[in-house]
């Protein structure tokens, strides 16, 4: 007889680990905010009322909390994405979108560091973040060359590599607010495809040209 192989479902939380649990993200939530995602797990703990193991049992790294953290913002992107899935200009949708990312990796200073970094890591607790950002991504992206406003050399991993890089010059740039804004322009004007096709070398080195 075989044997089943589904998983086994997750055992719910007592209701003591859920309080504590819930009171680690939300002291998490403002100390990433306040002093960045670099801030200490001791202070988070400390905050939240328990020790450190505790945060542990809930978190084994400090990647497994930001991935907690950004949930809600994970959220909102993809349903932000499927609702510029019909937009009438597919090019200005993705490029609306990748500002969306901007916008929220901005909240928690070092996010964008560590986006850019787990997309490179499979073992990666944020590795559940990016992965889904990629393939709604990849869809706007994919909409977008099909309508022939972007151009078809263009990848959805060097889109959000290049997004993370504008939230990560912009955070470290604060007394620039426009910057994220006019660095997303340029990323449109590099995004969109050239009616007119490849310029002609020959042409390009011409006397004159």
Avoid at 17 to 39: C, I, K, M, W
Avoid at 61 to 78: C, G, K, S, Y
Avoid at 135 to 162: C, E, K, N, Y
Wanted: aromatic fraction near 4%.
């Amino acid at each position: 007889m075989a044997m089943s192989t589904a998983p086994t479902p997750a055992r719910p939380m007592r209701a003591d680990a859920r309080r504590n649990y819930d009171r680690l993200l939300g002291e998490a939530r403002v100390s990433f905010a306040a002093h960045g995602t670099d801030a200490s797990l001791e202070d988070v703990a400390r905050r939240a009322g328990v020790g450190i193991g505790t945060l542990y049992r809930h978190f084994p790294n400090r990647h497994a909390l930001m991935n907690a953290v950004f949930q809600d913002a994970l959220t909102e992107l993809l349903d932000r994405s499927g609702e510029l899935a019909h937009a009438e200009q597919p090019c200005s949708a993705l490029v609306e979108w990748l500002g969306a990312i901007v916008t929220h990796a901005g909240e928690y200073r070092g996010l964008a560091q560590a986006l850019m970094s787990a997309s490179a890591d499979e073992t990666s607790a944020l590795t559940s973040c990016h992965v889904p950002l990629r393939q709604a991504g990849a869809r706007l992206l994919a909409r977008a060359q099909s309508s022939g406003s972007v151009r078809a050399d263009v990848s959805i991993d060097d889109l959000l590599q290049l997004t993370n890089a504008i939230a990560l010059a912009a955070e470290q740039t604060p007394a620039d607010p426009a910057l994220a804004e006019r660095l997303l322009r340029l990323t449109l004007r590099g995004l969109k495809a050239d009616p007119t096709g490849p310029a002609d070398p020959a042409r390009s080195h011409a006397p004159g040209g």
